[in-house]
């Protein structure tokens, strides 16, 4: 009798040991499973820092590099890739042709009466100072080839506006001189000059 139930004891002791192992065992499968799991999220929040890395990195030399710079106003459509390598190839070609590179200026590339004959210049603010700038203002003035003063006026370039600009940087900006500081209509506007006496503060 005293056997029997010994045999019995051992019997439960090793069912017991059977079900420690199996859960073990068990443990073991879902802690790989989870581990792997684990792993995979890691890896992909991995690859997602580093693609987001990627683009901001891409994003950080583009500005970097390129001579192009908006301002904070400016509109999704007007910094394409298309309009700023088109504002790229449009300042290469002013410095080919003798553009200043020193201090602030002004320098437009078309011009235009509107209906109302105020007169319209498209061209950009360029800060070769070495600083970076903002609050620009002063006078501005436009001439034909021969000297012969178009129109001219004080213009203001405030920060709220016009943000900053970083030293090397043009930015694409439109000049409407009011009709009152016209002082001649001219058909042809193809060939013309803008001078410019600026004042700034710098960072």
Request: one cysteine or more.
């Amino acid at each position: 009798m005293a056997k029997k139930q010994k045999n019995q004891e051992i019997d439960v002791v090793l069912n017991e040991l059977e079900q420690l192992n199996r859960q073990s065992a068990d443990y073991a499968k879902g802690s790989k499973k989870k581990g792997e799991k684990k792993t995979v999220i890691i890896l992909c929040i991995a690859l997602v820092v580093v693609l987001l890395g990627g683009i901001i990195a891409g994003v950080i030399v583009s500005e970097t590099q390129s001579p192009v710079s908006y301002g904070p106003n400016a509109l999704a459509s007007e910094k394409t890739e298309e309009r700023t390598a088109e504002h790229e190839r449009r300042l290469k070609s002013i410095d080919e042709n003798g553009g200043i590179r020193e201090g602030v200026n002004f320098v437009g590339y078309h011009a235009r009466f509107n209906e109302d004959g105020d007169l319209v210049v498209d061209g950009y603010m360029r800060n070769f100072t070495g600083h970076e700038i903002y609050d620009i203002d002063g006078n501005i003035t436009v001439k034909t080839q021969e000297d012969d003063n178009i129109g001219g006026a004080y213009f203001e370039f405030p920060k709220e506006e016009f943000g900053t600009l970083k030293n090397g940087k043009s930015r694409p900006w439109r000049l409407i001189f009011d009709n009152d500081y016209v002082n001649i209509e001219i058909v042809d506007l193809s060939s013309f000059k803008v001078l410019t006496e600026l004042y700034f503060k710098q960072k």
